[in-house]
């Protein structure tokens, strides 16, 4: 028996001991969770109270900075009601921040403690506002600060297990804050701009600004955001008061700040663009009360799986005497791995999977925040964006693979390169991010770009390929401190694209000049635009003429566009941008159709041998449809392929070189004749011509008029001509403007010439003239 005793008691012992272990973790997971609700609930209902005091905050906000721009009795009365709802959502807030322990909100209760002076400080603005001692633009800071704490507030998260599609919705929901703030902004400013009595350039430059910060925003939450929550956003941006809201601000963009719209006032603008507010609103409420939902569900799931483990614990306790330690560990074990698994899960949320940087989510909150911090202690901050130059060819040439291991390659050495201190991410695909603050590096910002762009001076090695990579930097210093991350966001992206678009430029520091061009680039664009649905564009063509005979034998269609108030403007200062807004598709086609029709009434009239030269776009030439639509301008005048000849430029031809044969080949078969544009100034290599089914080569016009007085023009030219005969193709001389350089291009070969020597590109009517006398008279 005294032998029976100790296996009975370690029989009894080992299974109580493994429920009463069972039944310590789950009461302790039940403790926790209920602590959780509990923080949850607490912070919650702050929340809720803060977003309604943030709406009242950004329609006072906006009823102000209107009254103050010019007084009047309909602003003032908007203001009043405006205030009288401010005053009930404070005093519901400040009793909801007295009803909170300060250890149930946890870090929210740091931000409560920043936020009740800034609105005890309101009361002595408003009288500031009341005795129109500001200006429209400093009244909107004390509002907009103390929003941005409401906004955190209102999109803290307590930790804990939530709902599997809650990290999704709680990643979008400050975007859809911040859209809102800066909608609510749009209305102030908007309202500052029109209603004032004189014009106020910050006023206008701040609108501007505000509208590349909501797109911004407006991406960032569309790519963030559930399904249902983005078509809500588009289905929101589909209805006739958002049709209105871009009307009005076409009419502000339009007129630009040298005027307001004459048929736009104030009051109109705040009640569209309030109609906007409210409506983000709503869509704001929706996506908090699926959070709600969705939390409500997982604290009801959790009772659940707490009731079926209870159970299971005691059945597996009841049936496996022997094995209930084991099972206990088994369980220990699980809970870790899970927790591990969680913690992964979260970490990778917010890190590139690629380099282990932040990625863009988690780099614009850590940016928000330093900016904040800077900000409240005057440090300097100073944010680069940094782009890797030809990434995508890279990738296309030597594969995903290698691509991979140069940029996690990079990131190790920009980490290494700028230290722990400094925040590097990875932005985009091939777009990296870093924030230095508070550091003596500061005093030289070129010093430390140049540190940076030095990362890539040293060629990668992958396997056995050294892979050579540059970049361009995109530089903001602070001060003058913005109010939002995405504004510094904005600025930095403006001037990488000012260095990349600049020749031997590797680093460009913002400057407002830069915000300028880009609203510059915005209304020309629209400028674009109205000119075509407008039919500002018109064609002018240039004979081009055999030199031995002096006849004409083709025209060039040439693209001159008749602002009504730029009045003529260059080609070359409005093709560049139409090809980047993609416009040059439509002006293409439109250019297209015109010069088959042209050349199909000269052909009708008696000239059946006379063909017509069009320009053909780089970004027209890699179109998908681009044969189509040649196709279709062609059976639109009914002009035979053979009378049309299309003119690219080396530089286009040799982005993709594989795409770009087999595009020529496709055309060469339709019977439309090819020529290669302003060559001599690019490749000009034997090696691509032979790639490309091109019928004519066209001499550079710098050649042509250096041919008198340079040899190294004479030689160039020589050159071209002996290429050009090499390979049997025909020679078109451009630029020929005196009879010496005809007879020198004539006496080596060249078959055909344009320029003012023969006539000045003409509207088409007045090419009858030249074509009646059959020939141009040589002088």
């Given at each position: ?459 990668f090695q992958v396997g056995e390929r050294r892979i050579e990579v540059a970049a361009h930097l ?46 510059e680039a915005l209304e020309l664009d629209h400028d674009l635009e109205q000119a075509l649905a ?246």
């Amino acid at each position: 028996m005294e032998r029976l005793g100790p296996r009975i008691t370690l029989a009894v012992a080992i299974p109580v001991a493994a429920f009463v272990l069972m039944a310590v973790l789950a009461l302790g997971g039940r403790q926790g969770d209920a602590r959780h609700m509990e923080h949850a609930l607490a912070t919650a209902s702050l929340a809720w109270e803060a977003k309604v005091l943030i709406h009242a905050l950004q329609v006072e906000r906006g009823s102000s900075a209107g009254y103050l721009s010019g007084p009047d009795q309909e602003f003032l009365t908007i203001l009043k009601a405006a205030r009288d709802e401010t005053d009930q959502a404070l005093e519901r807030f400040r009793d909801q921040v007295s009803r909170v322990d300060p250890e149930q909100v946890g870090a929210v209760a740091q931000l409560v403690r920043r936020l009740c002076p800034e609105l005890d400080a309101l009361e002595n603005h408003r009288r500031q506002v009341d005795h129109q001692r500001l200006e429209p633009l400093e009244v909107l800071p004390p509002y907009s600060s103390v929003i941005r704490r409401l906004i955190l507030v209102a999109s803290h998260a307590p930790e804990g297990r939530v709902h599997a599609q809650t990290p999704a919705l709680l990643h979008a929901y400050r975007p859809l804050l911040l859209l809102k703030e800066h909608a609510g902004l749009e209305r102030a400013l908007g309202s500052a701009w029109l209603n004032a009595a004189r014009r106020d350039r910050n006023v206008f430059y701040r609108y501007s600004s505000n509208l590349a910060i909501q797109d911004q925003q407006r991406s960032h939450f569309l790519a963030l955001a559930p399904l249902e929550h983005g078509n809500a956003l588009l289905e929101l941006e589909s209805r006739a008061d958002h049709q209105a809201l871009m009307a009005a601000r076409a009419a502000i963009i339009e007129n630009g700040d040298a005027s307001q719209p004459q048929h736009l006032d104030a009051v109109e603008w705040f009640r569209i663009t309030s109609a906007r507010v409210d409506a983000l609103r709503e869509m704001e409420i929706r996506l908090s009360e699926h959070i709600m939902e969705n939390a409500r569900a997982e604290k009801e799931r959790s009772r659940e799986r707490l009731a079926l483990w209870t159970f299971f614990i005691l059945l597996l306790t009841v049936l496996t005497m022997g094995l209930s330690l084991l099972v206990a560990r088994d369980l220990v074990q699980r809970y870790r791995q899970h927790q591990e698994a969680t913690e992964r899960i979260a970490y990778m949320a917010r890190h590139d999977a690629l380099t282990r940087l932040p990625n863009r989510g988690c780099f614009h909150e850590r940016l928000e925040d330093r900016l904040a911090e800077a900000r409240t202690n005057q440090w300097p901050l100073c944010l680069y964006l940094m782009d890797l130059e030809g990434f995508a060819e890279l990738n296309r040439i030597w594969g995903d693979a290698v691509a991979d291991q140069v940029l996690t390659m990079f990131a190790r050495r920009l980490v290494e390169k700028v230290g722990a201190d400094v925040l590097a991410a990875r932005v985009y695909g091939d777009q990296f991010g870093l924030v230095v603050c508070k550091d003596s590096r500061l005093s030289d910002i070129t010093l430390l770009a140049r540190d940076l762009l030095s990362t890539l001076d040293e060629p990668f090695q992958v396997g056995e390929r050294r892979i050579e990579v540059a970049a361009h930097l995109g530089v903001v210093l602070c001060p003058p401190y913005p109010d939002h991350a995405s504004q510094l966001l904005v600025h930095a992206g403006l001037a990488l694209e000012h260095a990349k678009a600049t020749l031997g430029q590797r680093m460009c520091v913002f400057e407002p000049g830069l915000l300028d061009r880009h609203t510059e680039a915005l209304e020309l664009d629209h400028d674009l635009e109205q000119a075509l649905a407008q039919g500002q564009f018109e064609l002018h063509y240039q004979p081009k003429v055999a030199l031995e005979s002096g006849r004409i034998v083709s025209f060039e269609a040439l693209l001159r566009w008749q602002h009504p108030r730029r009045g003529w403007v260059p080609p070359g200062q409005f093709i560049p941008r139409a090809e980047a807004n993609g416009s040059i598709i439509a002006i293409g086609d439109l250019v297209l159709r015109e010069a088959c029709l042209q050349a199909r009434r000269w052909r009708d009239a008696g000239w059946r041998d006379l063909t017509v030269a069009v320009n053909l776009s780089t970004v027209q030439l890699y179109q998908a449809d681009v044969i189509a639509r040649v196709q279709w301008a062609l059976s639109q005048a009914g002009l035979p392929a053979q009378a049309l000849e299309l003119e690219l430029t080396e530089s286009g031809l040799m982005e993709d070189m594989d795409a770009a044969a087999e595009t020529l080949g496709r055309l060469r078969r339709l019977g439309v004749r090819l020529s290669v544009d302003d060559f001599g100034t690019g490749y000009s290599s034997l090696a691509y011509l032979r790639r490309f089914p091109v019928h004519a080569l066209k001499l550079d016009a710098r050649f042509v008029k250096d041919l008198e007085s340079s040899d190294e023009a004479e030689m160039i030219a020589s050159a071209v001509l002996a290429l050009a005969e090499s390979l049997s193709l025909d020679c078109v001389a451009e630029g020929v403007e005196t009879q010496a350089q005809a007879d020198w291009l004539r006496t080596r070969g060249c078959g055909q010439a344009q320029g003012y020597l023969y006539a000045r590109p003409m509207p088409a009517n007045q090419c009858q003239p030249l074509l009646a006398r059959g020939y141009v008279t040589r002088s």
